[in-house]
């Protein structure tokens, strides 16, 4: 296991030095100078400055001075700056956002709780009702409740996320008034108690954990129930039942079990998906997430920001690899992760 983990934490490295390069040269194509706006501010509030010699000064100070390998080695933090200092992306700077005019460590600190702590619930809550209801459909496969589900998975699948946000918009806020239609907080909350804040953040956030929540019932629902009606017809089920196991038994020891491991990928890669955001969600409820702080970073050309969360996504897409095949090692005796 530990030579294993080894050898697929040198890929991760290689693999995120070459992803590295390849996304900061794209971003580099852009028409985007922040030393030249950032000389010409100063020229605008002082006309008395020579352009060539602040422009100048700004490079050096975003290491944006040489070709473009040495400016990618300061970015990433491999190559010194002009005055000798280290200070990139592996010394934990992210660079100066161009819109909020901070770092961006700070810029992305609020918007990372906030679309954690919605994504962590609205999975926990899809979960929670999906495994269960996969599982009732499997074993009474072909039932009328069964057919109703699966009809209900069909049409909830097949809406685009935008669709059941706008009806459910219309329904729960407008016709019946019982959610806000959109942001995260009541006007003038800031001078109430804690906990006070807390229930009023979570008033606001139940609208947006519906829909994200209905909206993810259909795809998971129907991957669990194909996966346990394939385990249940299992020779190893028909033998469990005919040592006389409770049913019970079957169903959650041993066909749960074996439909676990189709279904390991998909859930690690939902949780990962928690740090990623839910763009179209954030937009559309005005959240103040990662997502709408990508989308925001998009329009106005922030390329720190954006080049922060793209290698941001890159780790977790990693990590996320190397833990399905570790979490696959320990569902599937059959694999082996140790070879």
């Keep these: 296991m530990g030579k294993y983990i080894f050898k697929r934490i040198l890929y991760i490295l290689l693999v995120f030095f070459i992803l590295s390069f390849l996304i900061y040269m794209i971003y580099n194509m852009l028409p985007v100078d922040k030393a030249a706006e950032a000389a010409q501010a100063e020229i605008k509030a002082n006309k008395n400055l020579d352009y060539e010699e602040r422009y100048e000064y700004w490079q050096i100070k975003y290491g944006l001075d040489g070709n473009k390998l040495e400016r990618y080695g300061r970015w990433l933090g491999v190559y010194p700056f002009s005055d000798g200092r280290y200070d990139g992306l592996l010394q934990g700077n992210l660079g100066t956002s161009n819109q909020y005019n901070k770092p961006v460590s700070e810029v992305l600190v609020e918007p990372m709780k906030n679309t954690i702590q919605i994504n962590i619930i609205a999975t926990i809550l899809a979960l929670g009702i999906t495994i269960p209801l996969g599982i009732f459909c499997a ?48 006007a003038g909350s800031l001078n109430w108690s804690p906990w006070a804040r807390f229930w009023d ?40 039942r005919a040592k006389g196991l409770r049913e019970k038994v079957v169903i959650y020891s041993h066909a749960w079990r074996n439909a676990l491991i189709p279904i390991v990928t998909l859930v690690i890669g939902w949780f990962l998906g928690i740090f990623g955001g839910s763009l179209m969600i954030e937009n559309i409820f005005a959240l103040n997430g990662i997502g709408r702080t990508y ?45």
């Design 295 to 339: 989308y925001t970073a998009l329009q106005g050309n922030d390329n720190e920001v954006v080049l922060a969360l793209q290698m941001f996504y890159i780790m977790i897409s990693l990590a996320g690899n190397l833990l399905t095949d570790i979490v696959y090692g320990f569902v599937d005796p059959r694999v082996r992760v140790n070879k």
């Design 139 to 186: 074993v009474k496969r072909g039932s009328k409740r069964d057919v109703a589900v699966q009809v209900g998975t069909i049409v909830g699948y097949s809406l685009p996320t935008f669709i059941i946000a706008i009806v459910f918009i219309w329904l729960f806020a407008v016709v019946l008034g019982w959610f806000p239609v959109s942001g995260m907080e009541t």
């Design 201 to 240: 953040r979570m008033y606001h956030f139940a609208l947006p954990l519906i829909v994200m929540t209905f909206a993810s019932l259909g795809g998971m629902t129907r991957y669990v129930r194909a996966s346990m009606i394939e385990a249940l017809s299992m020779d190893c089920i028909r033998t469990a």
